[in-house]
């Protein structure tokens, strides 16, 4: 490509991101380069420009994970499935499995991403929509590995598996109930009660204000009422391992419960008997770790966009200004959003 591109930099811990030049890469063997047309933004994506955590090994950085554009690319020995130069994409573009290298990282105009984090972005998505996916689908669907359920189960009524999903109105939320349900799973989750609705659509048989005093108690009766047992469930967001595990202990049985934590876990946390509590994380090992993106972009997301059973999800909030626009856009996020993902056009 040879020429040079606008990027948001990091130039050191703490930030602000600041916009400037950078040499735009070639592909590698296995990487595609995405014109980025947009990008979403996540709560580590604000971790990382201010307090440098998860680790910023290099500086300066280029931040950022999720976006969609188009394939500007490709290297030589890219997936088969990969889509071409030219075509509408979705990818996972993060520097975080790279080593920090600033080539990588959704926040400027050209970036690299593997290609087992690059599908097709399909005519009915917008870029803005498209955006959405990379980081909440590969959590959410990583939470299913960690706790050992394959990704392609597919449970029917009668085997009677129900998940509880705590903080179903977030972006990786969202993802859990849409692959909950693809997965077989009845689906219990919890959120603000203006979102009920909205996650019974994408798959929830039944929500719970999070907010009300006996939330534990609402929710062990309906799971009783329906006569199931309950013993798995991922805890998307803050605070949420405690009353997960009150509603655990009530509705178990037997069972070893198993529960994915996707916020970092303190080393304090709580615990219940015969209850497994794993963090919600990747393989570190890259050979499995590339086959496991693979299956969660190529397989799973892919499949879901192709039969229109997985849609974008939470609603799009688009912020604009675009890579100057990044650090008021991060700055709305920190402050907090409710079942919304917050996308900036570049
Ligand atoms: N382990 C990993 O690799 C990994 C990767 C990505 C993200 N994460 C973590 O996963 C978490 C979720 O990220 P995200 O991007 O999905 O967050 P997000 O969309 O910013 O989350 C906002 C939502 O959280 C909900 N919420 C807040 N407190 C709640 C509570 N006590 N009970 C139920 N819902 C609650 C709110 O629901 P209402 O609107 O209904 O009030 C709001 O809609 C973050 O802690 C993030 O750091 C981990």
């Known amino acids: 490509m040879a020429g040079r591109h606008h990027a948001a930099i990091l130039p050191q811990k703490g930030g602000p991101l600041s916009v400037g030049e950078r040499a735009t890469p070639e592909p590698g063997p296995n990487e595609v380069l995405i014109e980025v047309k947009a990008v979403a ?31 500007a690319k490709v290297g030589s020995k890219v997936v088969s499935t990969a889509p071409e130069p030219g075509s509408r994409a979705i990818a996972f573009a993060s520097s975080f499995y790279q080593n920090g290298s600033a080539d990588h990282g959704a926040f400027q105009k050209y970036t690299l991403a593997q290609s087992e984090g690059v599908i097709a972005l399909p005519d009915a998505l917008s870029f803005e929509e498209g955006a ?35 903080g179903g109105a977030s972006s990786v939320g969202t993802f859990a109930i849409q692959s909950a349900r693809s997965l077989g799973f009845t689906v219990y989750a919890t959120a603000s009660r203006r979102h009920h609705e909205y996650l019974e659509t994408l798959g929830a048989h039944a929500v719970f204000d999070y907010k009300a005093s006996d939330v534990v108690a609402q929710i062990v009766d309906a799971v009783k009422k329906d006569g199931i047992k309950l013993h798995t469930a991922h805890c998307v967001v803050e605070g949420s391992l405690q009353p997960t595990l009150d509603v655990l202990k009530e509705t178990k049985g037997d069972a070893v419960a198993k529960v994915a934590h996707s916020p970092v876990l303190p080393p304090d946390h709580p615990t219940l008997d015969n209850t497994e509590i794993t963090f919600n994380f990747p393989p570190m090992d890259p050979v499995a770790r590339d086959k496991h993106m693979y299956q969660c972009f190529h397989g799973w997301l892919q499949g879901g966009l192709k039969s229109g059973s997985v849609v974008p999800s939470p609603s799009v909030q688009v912020e604009g200004g675009g890579l100057e626009g990044l650090n008021a856009a991060l700055d709305t996020l920190k402050v907090g959003v409710s079942g919304r993902k917050i996308v900036v056009p570049i």
């Open 41 to 71: 933004l996540n709560p580590v994506d604000y971790h990382q420009r201010d307090f440098g955590m998860p680790p910023v090994p290099i500086y300066p950085a280029v931040l950022g994970s999720d976006t969609a554009g188009i394939v």
């Open 132 to 166: 959405v996916f990379p980081l909440a689908v590969m959590t959410a669907l990583t939470a299913w590995t960690s706790i050992g359920i394959p990704l392609d189960t597919r449970y029917t009524p009668q085997d009677k598996q129900a998940v509880l999903i705590w």
